[in-house]
């Protein structure tokens, strides 16, 4: 079992984080990194839309799916996802920024997959899950390919982009639909639960969203959409290389929802700390050694002088990567409040950081702020699950043995 779960979710996320960075460099060479950092804007308010919309419908569903069933859920995870877009179309009307409707484009068909994720994992069924996830990639990557193969002109390749991002998606939550029959029709019985349990948690998920992606809109606002661009191409080699915390993180997070033991918990921290620690510090040292020609060969000549951008961000990677296992950890416990104070401090220490070290340092200076933040994150968790859950330091401590041995399980 443990076998199953683990290599299978690592495997399905290597392998959409593989697909996702082949869209990532095919919009670099073909757009640019200007029209690179365009779409990263449009992608940040797509995920602001879906962080709002998963108070009601996304990792609630996790641990609420166990007690009422798909059937009592999904209905007002779907009335509610409506109500955040109907909203977020009016901010836009309102502001006058008729261009922003292509992410209300993008937000609605992944909308509707993320709540289907969450579904699909509080059932338990991570496979399926992890399917979806990595058929979404795939189908983004081929349709991107296929636009700029087809469409050599320079105008509506942003456009072009979005709707294939937004067709991708669509086609995804579709062939999801039969993994959750049992629960359509729907009930209009909607347990209360689902309007509250999820805002604690959410609230820490959207502070943890200013933690990663807040610094775009400063370096867009200071440096332009060009250094936006590089940003977030570093942005997405660190999300690929933190795939093995978030995958561990997500197994680890069923299993302790499924089995809410203290004890359990404890060995599951033990256990995937440190395969996680252990994988991510091994690629991030293959990334120390990575010259600045091979991305240039990636994105493109626009990208020149990438690495000097990507390497202030990798101790962040490694400190993302120690806090994503404990983290799960206080979630599953429904330990929302401490979850959202240690987001909002890590927010507070990078935001005040970056108001003073990225109109001095550029991208150099937003990296070192995202560092001072998770470093923050990182010692709050610790100290909350030294505290409260009786877990000693020593589970923080990754076993070099111990994680040799799980790999050898595994493969």
Same mark, same amino acid.
């Given at each position: 079992m443990l076998r199953n779960a683990v290599f299978g979710t690592l495997?399905?996320?290597?392998?959409?984080?593989?697909?996702?960075?082949g869209t990532v460099v095919l919009c670099s060479r073909f757009m640019g990194a200007e029209g690179r950092g365009t779409l990263s804007i449009l992608l940040a308010l797509v995920q602001v839309m879906m962080i709002a919309s998963e108070f009601v419908g996304g990792s609630t569903l996790v641990n609420l799916t166990p007690r009422f069933g798909v059937q009592r859920l999904w209905p007002g995870s779907y009335l509610w996802l409506g109500a955040v877009l109907l909203f977020s179309a009016t901010v836009m009307y309102l502001s006058g920024k008729q261009h922003l409707w292509m992410s209300l484009l993008m937000a609605l068909p992944l909308g509707l997959l993320t709540i289907h994720y969450s579904l699909l994992q509080?059932?338990? @069924?991570?496979?399926?899950?992890?399917?979806?996830?990595?058929?979404?990639?795939?189908?983004?990557?081929?349709?991107?390919a296929a636009l700029f193969l087809c469409f050599q002109q320079e105008t509506g390749r942003v456009q072009g982009t979005v709707m294939a991002f937004s067709m991708a998606a669509l086609i995804a939550w579709m062939l999801t639909l039969p993994r959750l029959r049992s629960g359509i029709p729907g009930s209009l019985n909607m347990p209360r639960a689902l309007f509250a349990a999820g805002w604690w948690?959410?609230?820490g998920h959207l502070v943890q969203f200013l933690?990663?992606?807040?610094?775009l809109f400063l370096i867009d606002y200071w440096l332009g959409n060009s250094e936006t661009g590089r940003y977030s191409n570093a942005l997405v080699i660190a999300d690929a290389v933190w795939i093995f915390g978030n995958s561990l993180g997500s197994v680890a997070h069923m299993r302790m929802v499924l089995r809410p033991d203290a004890a359990y918990a404890r060995n599951l921290l033990r256990r995937y700390h440190s395969l996680s620690v252990c994988g991510t510090t091994l690629a991030v040292l293959f990334l120390l050694f990575l010259p600045d020609?091979?991305?240039?060969?990636?994105?493109?000549?626009?990208f020149r002088g990438f690495r000097t951008v990507l390497l202030p961000l990798l101790p962040?990677?490694?400190?993302?990567?120690?806090?994503?296992?404990?983290?799960?950890?206080?979630?599953?416990?429904? @330990?929302?409040?401490?979850?959202?104070?240690a987001n909002v401090s890590g927010w507070v220490v990078q935001f005040l950081l970056s108001l003073w070290l990225i109109p001095r340092y550029g991208l150099q200076g937003a990296a070192i702020a995202a560092g001072f933040g998770f470093l923050c994150i990182l010692l709050m968790v610790w100290r909350r699950l030294l505290r409260k859950h009786g877990i000693q330091a020593? @589970?923080?401590?990754?076993r070099i043995n111990y994680a040799r041995r799980l790999l050898r399980r595994m493969f």
């Open positions: 495997m399905a996320r290597l392998l959409a984080a593989a697909a996702g960075f509080g059932l338990g @069924d991570m496979r399926s899950r992890n399917r979806a996830q990595l058929i979404y990639e795939l189908l983004k990557m081929l349709m991107v948690s959410q609230l933690n990663y992606r807040a610094a020609a091979v991305y240039m060969a990636l994105f493109g000549a626009e962040v990677i490694l400190l993302l990567s120690a806090s994503t296992l404990p983290s799960h950890l206080l979630h599953a416990a429904n @330990d929302f409040r401490h979850l959202l104070l020593g @589970d923080f401590i990754p």
